[in-house]
């Protein structure tokens, strides 16, 4: 039945895209579509909610859709509740939030037709029990998400995003495809029921394990493939980029712990080296790029791809600890990857709904355009840092949590019998580490410039204070970072169901602990209460509050604030993105940045005015990407030749390719 209902929502959301492409121009269209994609992104959230509580044994259903001799196959079991819960409440919260952007919206027809098609592609995906309707779903997913980049393709380098991003997209669903192949054998059993039972050898496993890893992580945005990220999240319209940043690159992860834990049969020791390793290093490219952007939405871009880092660490984990047998470590890791999973839904959405909200009010993203926005709009500012905090990694938000299940799992590694692990495992645990203090220090910097000090702009001296269902969506997105930091064991005895079918264990159900405590190990050896530290941080900050204005408000002196030597009140004095992030850049430009400083300053007597320019490179694009470009464009240069030969040459070359494929044929055999 839950099976039945969650195929209807796919159904509607596709219907409503067929309806808008005629109705889009109407007035009552940007309502209209998103408030059925509100109601029926809902009902599939509880319907998943439900299947996931109540533990329902997995349920199948065939259509005559798809493969004439295969069928359409889909399947509800515990991993699929648990992703089309994440799907689907991102849907809602975006959906919800757009019943107020969406009115700003100036090309409402190039978004509405695509807009539920993409919730019902990614809702797709994840039902999905075969190659065929997994790949159909995932291109449908791709082309739609393409069509909302190009919304507004007119503005500058929204084009180019779009263009990199379909390359992006085509060569994932290409390595899934060989992928599917490798895994469906000679038989050609494209169902999953059929891989399941058709283990494939070792070095199938691990070709099929790369691929995975092209083809989600292309998605998904693993470094280097995540190139197309930071062009294409920030030119779609910004309730699209929260789905396209917190929902659709978990619907990648999901591709990924369905073909590597579910299908591909039991792991080898050295796939829980490439895993984590991967995942460490796109980690930390992901926040020190994020670092040196100007662009709100663009260094929220990067900072999914820190966070996809972290999933894929916890994710390297679980295979490291499952091929080596230790079951209830492989549950902790595999625990903290989902639960991060859930939590950067919630929070990297939140911040796309605030940069959105900004952006509305202010028609501006870069932040050295901003600024002082905290006493134009406030509730979107404590909003906007509550997901600040929670993707800072701070208690008492969700972050902080799964960040540090994490680690957990990273202090287990000694126990591994590999060495290499045993030196590549903690080394990684430095990287997370990094990270996670180079995000509080980025989101110090997103924060404090565009919210605090004065504003540099006219657009940010007169913004306003966004709509009610913006800020509806923002706030109950803020109370989930808050709620899940809070009481963290509700929800990972929610993901027992998932670690136990996917590495035979489960962490021990915590909600039986007092002060709701956290014990993913043992109490020995590490423990968190979240609402205990909640508790101690509210009354601190009561206590300290009632001090203040008790004891020494009478004996407050007033005068000027400290001006820093510079007595014009111009906020040109106040610190910049670029003044902020310098000394980091200069402590990483020369290697991760290929950072060049250009300084112009006049000599004396000489009235032209001083300049500084920065230039940074994305290495991973220069040392990939670069090089393949001009190997396609030297390529298509020389075999344009082709086509102006005479047809005695044309027939010398069939000849010859005759020729070699028959010398090929009879060597083989």
């Not at 195929?7 to 579509?33: D, E, F, I, K, M």
């Not at 930390?284 to 952007?293: H, I, R, W």
């Not at 800072?392 to 969700?398: E, R, T, V």
């Not at 509080?440 to 404090?448: E, I, N």
Request: with cysteine; proline share 6%.
């Amino acid at each position: 039945m839950a099976l039945e209902v969650l195929l209807w929502c796919a159904a509607a959301l596709l219907g409503t895209g067929v309806a808008s492409v005629a109705a889009a121009r109407h007035r009552a269209a940007s309502a209209s579509v998103y408030g059925v994609a509100l109601s029926a992104t809902t009902i599939a959230m509880v319907v998943a909610g439900w299947s996931l509580l109540a533990q329902h044994p997995p349920a199948g259903a065939q259509l005559p859709l798809g493969l004439p001799w295969l069928g359409a196959h889909f399947r509800l079991d515990a991993l699929t509740a648990f992703f089309l819960l994440v799907v689907n409440l991102g849907g809602a919260a975006a959906s919800l939030f757009a019943l107020g952007y969406g009115r700003h919206e100036d090309s409402p027809a190039r978004v509405l037709p695509f807009y539920p098609a993409f919730l019902a592609g990614m809702n797709l995906v994840v039902l999905a029990d075969d190659a065929f309707t997994f790949l159909f779903s995932w291109e449908f997913m791709s082309l739609t998400s393409w069509a909302l980049v190009m919304a507004h393709h007119r503005r500058s380098g929204n084009a180019a995003a779009g263009y990199i991003y379909l390359l992006m997209a085509s060569l994932g669903t290409l390595a899934l495809l060989l992928g599917f192949g490798l895994l469906a054998g000679p038989g050609g059993g494209y169902a999953f029921d059929a891989m399941r039972e058709a283990a494939p050898a070792p070095r199938v496993a691990g070709v099929v394990l790369a691929l995975a890893l092209i083809g989600t992580g292309s998605k998904a945005g693993l470094v280097p493939l995540h190139v197309w990220l930071p062009l294409a999240h920030p030119a779609a319209p910004s309730h699209v980029s929260a789905l396209m940043s917190g929902v659709m690159t978990k619907v990648a992860v999901y591709g990924f712990v369905r073909i590597v834990f579910d299908l591909l049969g039991p792991p080898a020791w050295w796939w829980g080296a490439l895993v984590p390793l991967l995942g460490g290093v796109t980690a930390v490219l992901g926040v020190l790029y994020a670092l040196m952007q100007h662009d709100l939405k663009r260094l929220l871009a990067y900072h999914t791809v820190e966070n996809i880092g972290i999933i894929f660490i916890g994710l390297g984990l679980a295979l490291a600890f499952q091929a080596n047998g230790m079951q209830a470590a492989a549950a902790l890791a595999l625990t903290a990857a989902l639960f991060h999973v859930f939590n950067h839904s919630l929070f990297k959405s939140l911040l796309f709904f605030g940069a959105g909200a900004v952006l509305t009010a202010t028609g501006e993203r870069d932040m050295e355009r901003l600024g002082g926005l905290i006493h134009r709009m406030p509730l979107t500012a404590f909003a906007f840092l509550v997901g600040s905090a929670a993707i800072s990694a701070l208690p008492p938000f969700n972050g902080f949590v799964s960040e540090w299940l994490t680690f957990q799992a990273i202090l287990l590694s000694p126990a591994l019998p590999q060495w290499l692990l045993k030196f590549l495992v903690p080394a990684i645990g430095a990287l997370l580490a990094l990270s996670a203090a180079l995000a509080a220090a980025c989101f110090v910097k997103a924060f404090g410039v565009t919210f605090l000090g004065r504003p540099r702009t006219p657009v940010a001296r007169d913004a306003a204070e966004t709509d009610r269902w913006s800020l509806a969506a923002m706030f109950a997105f803020a109370a989930l970072c808050l709620l899940a930091g809070i009481i963290p064991g509700q929800f990972l005895d929610r993901l027992a169901p998932v670690t136990q079918a996917l590495v035979g264990a489960h962490l021990p159900l915590q909600e039986e602990r007092s002060w709701l405590t956290i014990v993913p190990i043992a109490e020995s050896r590490s423990s968190y209460s979240g609402l205990m530290l909640f508790t101690f941080i509210a009354l601190a900050a009561w206590i300290a509050t009632w001090v203040i204005h008790r004891y020494a408000s009478a004996a407050t002196r007033r005068s000027a604030p400290w001006d820093c030597g510079f007595p014009d009140a111009s906020p040109l004095t106040q610190y910049t993105a670029g003044s902020f992030s310098q000394p980091i850049r200069r402590v990483f430009g020369s290697v991760v940045f290929r950072a060049h400083e250009e300084v112009d300053m006049p000599p004396p007597g000489d009235a032209r005015p001083a300049r500084f320019a920065v230039h940074l490179r994305d290495v991973p694009w220069d040392l990939f990407y670069v090089p393949a470009a001009n190997a396609v464009a030297f390529a298509a240069d020389h075999l344009n030749k082709v086509q102006f030969m005479s047809i005695r040459t044309y027939l010398t070359l069939v000849f010859g390719a005759l020729v070699v494929l028959l010398a090929v044929l009879a060597a083989w055999q």
